[in-house]
């Protein structure tokens, strides 16, 4: 019997942060190894096993897996989160790509320079708000049924849950506009494997800080002054 999936990353959501969502959404169980210095990374790299040199990785079923969304394919498909056809995944992969846009912009929120930090955070609004949240509200409304693709639990559902909880952390009431979305929201919450994710001591990580960040910046030796330019 193979054992239980193992993620390679540091103590914080970053990009692994849907991994640990879709695996228990999948009722998987997985353990973690959490770097906490520079070291614990080098001595990852330098063990052979890590392509690219860069995390997230996960080890499951005799691989090492990198890269984000290969990596969430890979879950997807073998716990028949990834639809029944070529036509509901191509569908699927739509959904999660703007997803991953709303999830990127606020992954990387918290390290606005202070002078531009409402700025920043009034762009993931209105991007959220005018752009994203009502091609999902339109696509319930349409599909008529409990999830955006089929009528069963998919990756996309998975990630717009993580999603809204996300933008949710910067402004509750953000769904008063979006009825469709405020039903799916209630309904998923409510499912048993997502309400145990979202219990106090689950795998799931808060939001990053400017603490959670310094750890990332030392362990894997970031260039802050650098990530700052880059978020103005």
Sequence with gaps: MAGKPKLYYFDGRGRMESVRWLLAAAGVEFEEVLFE??????????????????????????MYMVQTRAI??????????????????????????GMRDMNDMIMLFP?????EKQKNLNYILE??????????????????KNYLVGNQLSWADVQLIEVILMVEELKSGIL????????????????????????PGSPRKPPVDDASFEVSRKIYKIDKNLVLKHMS
């Design 176 to 199: 008063s506009a979006f009825p469709k979305l405020q039903e799916f929201k209630a309904r998923v919450i409510k499912l048993p494997r997502i309400q145990k994710f979202l219990q």
């Design 37 to 62: 210095t520079a070291e614990d990374f080098e001595n990852l790299i330098k063990g052979g096993k890590l392509m690219y040199d860069q995390v997230p990785m996960v080890e499951m079923d005799g």
């Design 127 to 144: 991007r959220a708000t005018q752009r994203f949240f009502p091609v999902y509200e339109k696509a319930l409304q349409d599909h008529g």
């Design 72 to 97: 969430l394919r890979y879950i997807a498909t073998k716990y028949n989160l990834y639809g029944k056809d070529l036509k509901e995944r191509a569908i699927i992969d739509m959904y999660v790509e």
């Design 111 to 115: 390290l606005s320079l202070p002078e």
